[in-house]
C-alpha cells in the first residue's frame, strides 16, 4: 500500500505542474495519470482495471460531493490515465462542487478480485483549477455575496459544457457596463443598472419576443411582417387603450373589425369606401379646391335601380297620421273618370272634340257648385282676401259677315254663372247648398303628431360666416297651408274663375281644384333661396350676341336672342337660379345664358312700374321691357308678356325690377284665334246651310212658275 501512495503522490503532482495546457482549453474535469502496481510491487501490465474516484468535504461529517467510476487499461508501462469529472457518475454532479466554499479531498479507490473497492488514498486538493473555481466565486455563502471576481477570461470560443444556470455566469460582479464587441467596435452593451442598449447594426430576434414590462418604446419605425394585436388579453383589468400621440400613416388597406372612435381630425388623401352604414354626430368634408375640383363626390355603380343619398331626420313625415299617408281626392278624376277616354280620342285624333264638346264635358251649374264649395272651405282665408259681390256674366256676341246675298249677322248666345253664386256681401260658410258640385279635396290643417317643419332643414346653403343662402327643408301641413293659400294664390283664383272666357273660367275653377288635391298629397320638402327661379342654360342664336342678366330674349328653335322678330317664345335671362338644368359641357357654357323658366327675378325695365303690372317686351329698346296695367294690355301685348311685376318703382328711365315668371305668353290670343276657329265654322255651316235653302227656294220658284 506504501508503494501505491508513492505513487499517487506522484502522480498528482504531476497533474498540476502543467497549468497552462488546463488554462488554455478551460477543461471540463482534471487530468489524472498513476502507474498500477501489485501489492508485491510488480507492474500490472495491459490489464483492465476499475477506479472510484470520491470528491467530499473532510469535515465532521464527510460530505461527499461526487462520485464516478471510471474502467481503464494499463500499458505495457503499467500506465493509464483518465479524466476526472468525464467518468460514469455514480452520485452528484461535478459542476456543484462547492471548489470556491470548501476545501475538496479526492479519494481515490481500486476495484479488487472480491469486487470491492479498495481505497488507495484520500488527498485534500490544495490547488484547484481555477475554472472550477471561478465557476462558483460568486455563490451565495452564508447569505453573503462574493463580490471579488477573479480577472481573466475563463469562457470557451467552443462553447462551455457542464454549466450551472443557477452557479455559471457571464458578466460582472460590480457595478460596471458589460460591453460585447465584434471587430473591436461595441455592439451590445447592458449597462450596470440593467438597461440593454445595441449598436447601430441589425437585431434579429428568431423566436417569440414577449415583454412584461409596463411599456416598450421605440424611437423609430417599426416594421411587421404580419399582424399586429392589441389589447387582445381580457385577463387585463383594466383593459388598455391603444394612444398614437403622432401621425398614424397605413400605406395599403386598414382593416377594422370593432368600434373606432376618432376623437379629432382624420385626413383622407384619397378615396373612402363605406360598404355599409356610419354613424356620426356630425360631418365636416373641409378642403381648398380649384374651379372644377368637387369636395365630396357620391357615386353609386349600380347597373340596376340603385339610388343615391338618403338624407334621414328623426321627426314624422309630415303625411303620415300614424297608420295611413294622408290623402285628398282629386275631384276632378273623381268625376270625370267616364269621360277621361273621350278626352284620349280627341288627343289621339280617334274622334272630333269641339267647343261645344267641352262645354257639355263640364256644365256650367256644376262648376259654379264645384266653386262654391271650394270658397266655402277655404272661407277664413278668402273673407280677408276678396271683396264681394262678384258676378259672372257674358254678353251675347255678335259677327257681321258680308257675302255676295247680303250681310248675314251670327250671334253666340251671352253664358252666365247663376248669379245668386257671388251676389252676397260676404262669404257665408254655408251659401249654396243646393247647387251641385264636384266633391272638393278632403284637407285637414291639423299637423300630424311630431311632424317635421320648417324648422328641420334636410340642405342647408350657407356663406364662409353662415350666413343662410337657401336650404332644403321639411314642410308640415299647417306651413304648407299658410304658404299655399295666401294673397297671390287667391289672386290667382279669383282671376280663373272671372273672365271674359267662360271655359276659362270653368277650366280654371276645376283646375284650382285637381292642384290643390295634388299639391296637398305631396307635402313633404321645400326648397328656399335667397334666389327665387328655376332656369335652364340656352345657347344664344348669335354666339356673339351680347346678353346679360335680367336682359328679355325671345326663343327661336330652343335658342335665345335679343331680336323678338319671330319669336316663339318671350322669356328673361337669370341672375342666380336657385336650380339650373340644361346644364352643357364646361366648355360651352361661354355659348349661352341661364333663362329663367319659373320663379322671381329681376328683369330690366323702363319706365314707371306699379306692382301687379304686366312687363312687356319692348322692342326699340333690345333687352329691356316696359309695365303695363292690367287694364291697359292690348291682344297684340299678350304674345310679348314676360311676365308680373312683385316690385313698385315710379322712377322714370331703366331699372331692374323683381318680376314673376311662369305666364304662359300668348295663352290669351291662342283663346281669341280658337274663337275666331269657331265662329269660322260656324259661318261655313251657315254657308252650307244658306246653300240648301236658296235651292229649295229656287226649285219652289220653278214649280210655281211651271205651275
Known amino acids: 500500500m506504501g508503494k501505491f501512495k508513492i505513487i499517487l503522490i506522484f502522480a498528482l503532482i504531476s497533474i498540476f505542474s502543467i497549468p497552462t495546457t488546463i488554462a488554455q482549453t478551460v477543461p471540463q474535469g482534471m487530468k489524472y495519470q498513476a502507474i498500477a502496481r501489485t501489492s508485491d510491487g510488480d507492474l500490472i501490465k495491459e490489464k483492465p482495471i476499475s477506479m472510484m474516484i470520491t470528491l467530499q468535504s473532510n469535515d465532521a461529517s464527510k460530505t461527499v460531493h461526487y462520485i464516478e467510476i471510471h474502467d481503464t487499461t494499463t500499458n505495457l508501462l503499467g500506465l493509464f490515465s483518465l479524466t476526472i469529472g468525464e467518468g460514469e457518475v455514480f452520485k452528484g454532479e461535478f459542476n456543484k462542487i462547492p471548489w470556491s466554499t470548501e476545501d475538496i479531498w479526492m479519494e481515490i479507490a481500486i476495484k479488487s478480485d472480491d469486487?470491492?473497492?479498495?481505497?488507495?488514498?484520500?488527498?485534500?486538493?490544495?490547488?484547484?483549477?481555477?475554472?472550477?473555481?471561478?465557476?462558483?466565486?460568486?455563490?451565495?455563502?452564508?447569505?453573503?455575496?462574493?463580490?471579488?471576481?477573479?480577472?481573466?477570461?475563463?469562457?470557451?470560443?467552443?462553447?462551455?459544457?457542464?454549466?450551472?444556470?443557477?452557479?455559471?455566469?457571464?458578466?460582472?460582479?460590480?457595478?460596471?457596463?458589460l460591453v460585447i464587441v465584434t471587430d473591436n467596435i461595441e455592439r451590445l452593451r447592458i449597462t450596470a443598472d440593467g438597461q440593454i442598449i445595441t449598436g447601430d447594426g441589425k437585431f434579429t430576434i428568431g423566436g417569440n419576443l414577449e415583454v412584461q414590462g409596463d411599456s416598450t418604446r421605440i424611437n423609430k419605425d417599426?416594421?411587421?411582417?404580419?399582424?399586429?394585436?392589441?389589447?387582445?388579453?381580457?385577463?387585463?383589468?383594466?383593459?388598455?387603450?391603444?394612444?398614437?400621440?403622432?401621425?398614424?400613416?397605413?400605406?395599403?388597406?386598414?382593416?377594422?373589425?370593432?368600434?373606432?372612435?376618432?376623437?379629432?381630425?382624420?385626413?383622407?388623401?384619397?378615396?373612402?369606401?363605406?360598404?355599409?352604414?356610419?354613424?356620426?354626430?356630425?360631418?365636416?368634408?373641409?378642403?381648398?379646391?380649384?374651379?372644377?375640383?368637387?369636395?365630396?363626390?357620391?357615386?353609386?355603380?349600380?347597373?340596376?335601380?340603385?339610388?343615391?343619398?338618403?338624407?334621414?331626420?328623426?321627426?314624422?313625415?309630415?303625411?303620415?297620421?300614424?297608420?295611413?299617408?294622408?290623402?285628398?281626392?282629386?275631384?276632378?278624376?273623381?268625376?270625370?273618370?267616364?269621360n277621361i277616354q273621350n278626352?284620349?280620342?280627341?288627343?289621339?285624333?280617334?274622334?272630333?272634340?269641339?267647343?261645344?264638346?267641352?262645354?257639355?264635358?263640364?256644365?256650367?251649374?256644376?262648376?259654379?257648385?264645384?266653386?262654391?264649395?271650394?270658397?266655402?272651405?277655404?272661407?277664413?282665408?278668402?273673407?280677408?282676401?276678396?271683396?264681394?259681390?262678384?258676378?259672372?256674366?257674358?254678353?251675347?256676341?255678335?259677327?257681321?259677315?258680308?257675302?255676295?246675298?247680303?250681310?248675314?249677322?251670327?250671334?253666340?248666345?251671352?253664358?252666365?254663372?247663376?248669379?245668386?253664386?257671388?251676389?252676397?256681401?260676404?262669404?257665408?260658410?254655408?251659401?249654396?247648398?243646393?247647387?251641385?258640385?264636384?266633391?272638393?279635396?278632403?284637407?285637414?290643417?291639423?299637423?300630424?303628431?311630431?311632424?317635421?317643419?320648417n324648422d328641420n332643414h334636410y340642405i342647408e346653403f350657407t356663406d364662409k360666416d353662415n350666413r343662410s343662402l337657401g336650404s332644403v327643408r321639411a314642410v308640415s301641413i299647417t306651413e304648407w297651408g299658410n304658404n299655399y293659400f295666401n294673397g297671390v294664390w287667391l289672386s290667382g283664383f279669383i282671376q280663373k274663375s272671372v273672365g271674359i272666357d267662360p271655359l276659362d273660367a270653368i277650366t280654371g275653377i276645376v283646375n284650382v281644384a285637381s292642384t290643390i288635391a295634388d299639391d296637398y298629397n305631396k307635402i313633404g320638402v321645400e326648397y328656399t333661396s335667397g334666389n327665387g327661379d328655376y332656369a335652364e342654360w340656352l345657347e344664344?342664336?348669335?354666339?356673339?350676341?351680347?346678353?346679360?342678366?335680367?336682359?328679355?330674349?325671345?326663343?327661336?328653335?330652343?335658342?335665345?336672342?335679343?331680336?323678338?322678330?319671330?319669336?316663339?317664345?318671350?322669356?328673361?335671362?337669370?341672375e342666380k337660379p336657385i336650380m339650373l338644368g340644361n346644364i352643357p359641357e364646361k366648355s360651352k357654357e361661354f355659348l349661352g345664358n341661364n333663362v329663367a323658366f319659373m320663379g322671381q327675378i329681376p328683369v330690366k325695365v323702363i319706365g314707371k312700374v306699379s306692382s301687379g303690372d304686366y312687363i312687356i317686351a319692348y322692342?326699340?329698346?333690345?333687352?329691356?321691357?316696359?309695365?303695363?296695367?292690367?287694364?291697359?294690355?292690348?291682344?297684340?301685348?299678350?304674345?310679348?308678356?314676360?311676365?308680373?311685376?312683385?316690385?313698385?318703382?315710379?322712377?322714370?328711365?331703366?331699372?331692374?325690377?323683381?318680376?314673376?315668371?311662369?305666364?304662359?305668353?300668348?295663352?290669351?290670343?291662342?283663346?281669341?284665334?280658337?274663337?275666331?276657329?269657331?265662329?269660322?265654322?260656324?259661318?261655313?255651316?251657315?254657308?252650307?246651310?244658306?246653300?240648301?235653302?236658296?235651292?229649295?227656294?229656287?226649285?219652289?220658284?220653278?214649280?210655281?212658275?211651271?205651275?
Request: glycine share 8%.
Open 115 to 177: 469486487g470491492d473497492y479498495k481505497t488507495l488514498s484520500i488527498t485534500k486538493l490544495l490547488a484547484v483549477p481555477y475554472a472550477f473555481h471561478a465557476a462558483t466565486a460568486s455563490k451565495l455563502t452564508n447569505g453573503i455575496v462574493q463580490k471579488d471576481g477573479v480577472p481573466a477570461n475563463v469562457w470557451s470560443l467552443k462553447g462551455n459544457s457542464n454549466s450551472d444556470a443557477l452557479v455559471d455566469k457571464l458578466g460582472t460582479t460590480d457595478s460596471t457596463d
Open 222 to 338: 417599426l416594421y411587421v411582417g404580419r399582424n399586429v394585436v392589441l389589447n387582445f388579453d381580457d385577463g387585463f383589468d383594466p383593459r388598455g387603450e391603444t394612444i398614437n400621440h403622432g401621425k398614424f400613416t397605413a400605406k395599403d388597406s386598414l382593416i377594422v373589425e370593432g368600434y373606432s372612435l376618432f376623437k379629432s381630425d382624420v385626413t383622407l388623401d384619397k378615396n373612402l369606401n363605406v360598404l355599409d352604414s356610419t354613424i356620426s354626430r356630425s360631418l365636416l368634408v373641409k378642403d381648398e379646391l380649384a374651379d372644377g375640383g368637387f369636395l365630396a363626390t357620391f357615386e353609386n355603380i349600380d347597373t340596376g335601380q340603385g339610388d343615391g343619398i338618403n338624407i334621414k331626420l328623426g321627426k314624422t313625415h309630415p303625411g303620415w297620421d300614424g297608420s295611413a299617408y294622408i290623402n285628398a281626392t282629386n275631384p276632378v278624376a273623381e268625376y270625370f273618370d267616364i
Open 343 to 453: 278626352v284620349r280620342d280627341a288627343v289621339t285624333g280617334a274622334n272630333a272634340f269641339t267647343f261645344t264638346d267641352a262645354l257639355e264635358l263640364i256644365p256650367a251649374v256644376l262648376i259654379a257648385g264645384t266653386a262654391c264649395g271650394l270658397l266655402e272651405q277655404l272661407v277664413e282665408e278668402l273673407n280677408d282676401a276678396i271683396g264681394l259681390p262678384y258676378l259672372i256674366e257674358l254678353p251675347a256676341l255678335c259677327v257681321t259677315v258680308d257675302y255676295e246675298v247680303g250681310e248675314v249677322t251670327v250671334c253666340v248666345p251671352g253664358f252666365g254663372s247663376p248669379t245668386e253664386l257671388f251676389n252676397v256681401p260676404a262669404i257665408p260658410t254655408d251659401f249654396c247648398p243646393d247647387i251641385p258640385s264636384l266633391s272638393m279635396p278632403n284637407i285637414s290643417f291639423v299637423n300630424v303628431t311630431n311632424s317635421l317643419t
Open 540 to 574: 344664344r342664336l348669335n354666339p356673339n350676341e351680347f346678353i346679360s342678366k335680367g336682359d328679355i330674349v325671345g326663343v327661336i328653335g330652343g335658342k335665345i336672342t335679343k331680336n323678338l322678330e319671330n319669336a316663339e317664345q318671350i322669356m328673361a335671362v337669370s
Open 619 to 707: 322692342s326699340d329698346v333690345p333687352g329691356y321691357g316696359i309695365a303695363k296695367s292690367p287694364s291697359k294690355v292690348t291682344i297684340e301685348d299678350t304674345k310679348y308678356i314676360v311676365g308680373r311685376s312683385w316690385q313698385t318703382n315710379l322712377e322714370s328711365g331703366p331699372k331692374m325690377v323683381n318680376t314673376v315668371i311662369g305666364v304662359h305668353n300668348g295663352d290669351y290670343l291662342k283663346i281669341i284665334k280658337k274663337f275666331q276657329s269657331e265662329f269660322k265654322n260656324a259661318v261655313e255651316r251657315l254657308d252650307n246651310l244658306e246653300a240648301k235653302v236658296d235651292a229649295i227656294v229656287n226649285k219652289d220658284i220653278a214649280l210655281t212658275s211651271n205651275e
